[in-house]
């Protein structure tokens, strides 16, 4: 029987897409940061096994916020680009659907002793002080067990990216993601021996570590690219490589 302790998660690079030069906004990353071929897109983002049998849930959330000082250009400005006008942070595990929906490739991790890689589709939604990117679907890569899961489980995600600096002229503002994902998947029948709040345990710990391991290096490459967009940088070529 597998170790109820969940085991450090070890990120893995994958052969990610080809880098695409199309504009894609640079808060996708997180969100990085997480899926299916093109007629996928229509499906629903809820997927439910027709033998449903006992489930577990898990749900992880962070809260990551960077102060950034405003160079020529404000924050707030930046946030209200259209899409057309974003850089590519990360084109190693970004692709472009349509103007406001993408793919996104995230690590390979372990989960007890299974390889898990989700290929997430997401969408864009504009909001007044910045966006919200929320999850339509998820497939799961990786080990044979957990490729096997893809019609037995649910997953949705948001995360909010904001400037929350109460004046839009202050020289430093405050950018903040707010991210949270919720999984629920029918337990296997190898794991059914294993009380489900242990499973429930292990299985929110290792959202929250891909959080804290996504969200900083996301925040990082965003004000990365505010800079050089703020100084004229006309460029707007990607940052990420794909790494951790």
């Known amino acids: 029987m597998a170790s109820l302790t969940p085991n450090p998660i070890q990120f893995h ?18 969100l990085s940061n997480l899926a299916s071929s093109p007629e996928d897109s229509s499906k629903p983002a809820r997927r439910i096994s027709a033998d449903s049998g006992p489930k577990a849930r898990f749900i992880a959330r962070r809260t990551e916020s960077v102060s950034v000082r405003q160079l020529q250009r404000p924050l707030t400005e930046y946030m209200s680009l259209p899409a057309s006008q ?3 942070l990360d084109a190693e595990r970004i692709e472009r659907v349509d103007d406001n929906t993408f793919r996104c490739y995230v690590y390979r991790f372990k989960f007890f002793a299974f390889e898990v890689c989700p290929v997430l589709l997401v969408r864009v939604e504009e909001q007044p002080d910045g966006c919200s990117i929320n999850l339509l679907s998820c497939k799961l890569e990786g080990s044979p067990i957990v490729v096997a899961q893809n019609d037995k489980f649910d997953a ?6 904001s400037c929350d600096s109460p004046r839009s002229d202050s020289p430093v503002q405050k950018l903040t993601s707010n991210a949270v994902i919720e999984v629920s998947i029918e337990i296997p ?14 299985g929110s710990q290792v959202l929250g570590q891909i959080l804290k391991a996504m969200l900083p290096r996301f925040m990082s490459q965003l004000v990365k690219d505010y800079r050089a967009w703020a100084s004229g940088d006309t460029s707007r070529q990607p940052l990420g490589t794909g790494e951790i």
């Open 13 to 30: 690079f994958r052969n990610a897409k080809s880098p695409s030069r199309r504009s894609i906004p640079p808060y996708l990353v997180v």
């Open 86 to 88: 974003y850089s590519v």
């Open 156 to 161: 949705s995600m948001e995360n909010k990216i």
């Open 189 to 202: 029948f190898a794991f059914r021996a294993i009380p489900t709040q242990s499973i429930e345990s292990t």
